[in-house]
């Protein structure tokens, strides 16, 4: 009777870790490659610098010809 009510005994450390790297597939280390990429790649996009207004690239209209006019 005394047997029913004793709990297993804990399995060791490397019994353990045994257990966890058997559950490890190719599958799931693919997967959680691709998560980790993709949350790579969206903290990257959300977090690049902005790229320069449109209007920084076109001509100024006072260097287009600004110079003292000649009548």
């Known amino acids: 009777m005394a047997e029913l009510l004793r709990p297993p005994p804990r ?3 490397g019994q353990r870790l045994g257990a966890t790297f058997a559950a490890v597939t190719v599958t799931r280390l693919l997967t959680t490659a691709g998560a980790v990429l993709l949350v790579a790649v969206t903290a990257w996009w959300l977090l690049r610098s902005p790229a320069p207004p449109v209007e920084r690239s076109l001509p100024s209209a006072r ?5 003292p006019r000649t009548t």
């Open 11 to 13: 399995p060791s450390l």
């Open 63 to 67: 260097s287009a010809g600004a110079g």
